[in-house]
């Protein structure tokens, strides 16, 4: 499994923003396809909302293929 860090500087990014910005998705369509086929998950728990609110500190997993871990920018 590929593990990276996402660096932020906001409070939180939306998961749809936090797919294209990471690289995993190309384009905001495909960050929402991924979501709706069920292989996106928010610290273990399946994402079903587009928009969900991704803080510092929390854990996305993608297809149990990429992890990614979000951190605030120091």
Do not use: W, Y
């Not at 996402?6 to 960050?31: C, N, P």
């Amino acid at each position: 499994m590929q593990k990276e860090t996402v660096e932020i500087t906001t409070e939180f990014i939306t998961m749809d923003k936090l797919l294209k910005f990471s690289g995993v998705a190309d384009t905001g369509g495909q960050a929402f396809l991924m979501v709706e086929d069920g292989v996106v998950r928010l610290n273990g728990q399946l994402v079903t909302e587009k928009r969900k609110k991704v803080h510092p500190g929390d854990v996305v997993n993608i297809d149990d293929q990429i992890e990614m871990t979000v951190a605030k920018e120091a």
